[in-house]
């Protein structure tokens, strides 16, 4: 007998989300970490015989926004909204020369200029950190962007509620939050380790600076959605392929007490979940995410030491909803074949499963070498292996 879905795909993720049992796994593609690169999705969309002129939706990682066609092949259960830029910032993407190549750059809100050569035009990189050589005194006199400015949040509630309206789908926020990582976009990655050992009133200043920003902007996201989105996400990168990025002491000391204070923030003002994003072996901070508040944890490294599904599942399994760990992105899903694809989703199916609390993803975006075989063994094996009964 043919399997039947019995829920909407918003009841479906609500289900998961509390870690109850829905009639299948939620499956979700199109995030800022869930999402897929323009030229795994053109190559895609023409082996299914659609248009692969998508939109991008994130310059820096060159993501394409997926069509309503592909969402619905894919039995996709997510929807994504997200407030934009400030009216007044005057950005876009623009060339320049340099070492004899052509560059596209961006500067961003903050001041940080991100680059795509166009003979390599694949990812942007950031190629100026404007407070690489800052002190603490000189963080007064930047010019910091504001997170509250109303601008950036025209028609997010309009676009909100016709989801939630005239839709069954879930309401997802982009990426935001991002309090930590935005530290060393500013500084420069290198500065940035240096100065959380030796100098870590900068830290805290700048840390201060950047969390100040996202509380501002969140006392208006929740004002014009907080009532209709179901999950928020954020996140900063806390770990590596071995283990964390830096001393989880400093992280404890220094960056934890801040992710406290915008998790409190954004609960204040919402019942959607919150999700966190970090990629790597974040086992060490799994039971610091859960303290803080968060309810769910991306991309789900399995490839990292010590990410081992059954594993996360027995000890966080009860607490933390796993959004991802769909496939080994490193080792399987664009170097295997299309049948190793699959093997590998039932294995992570078998193991995220039970009970409930899992949404099925890719592990981070879908790179852009993924041939297209192998995205539809991923999604169409999570979609027939992903029913309960």
Request: aromatic share 10%; hydrophobic share 40%; glycine share 10%.
């Amino acid at each position: 007998m043919a399997k039947r879905e019995t829920l909407t795909s918003r009841e479906r993720l609500l289900k998961a989300l509390a870690h109850e049992i829905p009639d299948r796994v939620p499956i979700d593609l199109g995030g800022n970490q869930t999402g897929i690169h323009k030229n795994a999705y053109a190559a895609l969309a023409r082996v299914l015989g659609l248009p692969d002129d998508a939109p991008i939706m994130d310059a820096v990682q060159q993501l394409a926004r997926p069509s309503e066609a592909v969402l619905e092949r894919f039995h996709v259960d997510t929807r994504y909204i997200a407030a934009g830029a400030a009216a007044s910032w005057k950005g876009g993407i623009v060339q320049a020369t340099r070492d004899g190549r052509l560059w596209h750059d961006l500067t961003d809100e903050w001041g940080v200029r991100w680059s795509m050569p166009d003979d390599q035009a694949l990812y942007m990189d950031i190629t100026h950190h404007p407070l690489a050589g800052a002190t603490v005194r000189d963080l007064d006199d930047y010019p910091w962007p504001k997170g509250d400015d109303p601008s950036r949040f025209a028609g997010l509630r309009e676009r909100a509620l016709e989801i939630r309206r005239h839709t069954p789908y879930a309401v997802v926020s982009g990426i935001s939050g991002v309090v930590y990582e935005t530290c060393w976009y500013l500084r420069g990655l290198e500065q940035w380790f240096c100065d959380l050992m030796t100098d870590p009133a900068f830290c805290a200043a700048l840390l201060d600076r950047v969390l100040r920003f996202w509380l501002d902007w969140f006392r208006l996201f929740l004002k014009e959605a907080g009532d209709v989105v179901d999950v928020i996400m954020i996140g900063d990168d806390l770990a590596g392929q071995g283990g964390p990025l830096f001393n989880p002491a400093i992280y404890r000391d220094l960056v934890k007490p801040r992710h406290e204070r915008l998790v409190r923030r954004i609960r204040r003002g919402t019942q959607a979940k919150i999700w966190y994003h970090t990629c790597g072996s974040c086992l060490a901070y799994i039971p610091d995410l859960i303290g803080n508040g968060i309810q769910v944890l991306n991309p789900v490294q399995t490839s990292a030491k010590g990410m081992v599904p059954a594993d996360l599942k027995r000890r966080f399994g009860q607490e933390m909803v796993f959004w991802g760990g769909g496939c080994d992105a490193q080792a399987v899903l664009g170097r295997g074949m299309p049948a190793e694809v699959a093997a590998e989703v039932r294995r992570n199916l078998a193991a995220f499963m039970p009970g409930g609390g899992y949404v099925f993803a890719g592990i981070h975006n879908i790179q852009g070498e993924v041939p297209p075989e192998n995205v539809i063994a991923l999604f169409d094996t999570a979609y027939e292996d992903g029913f309960y009964a």
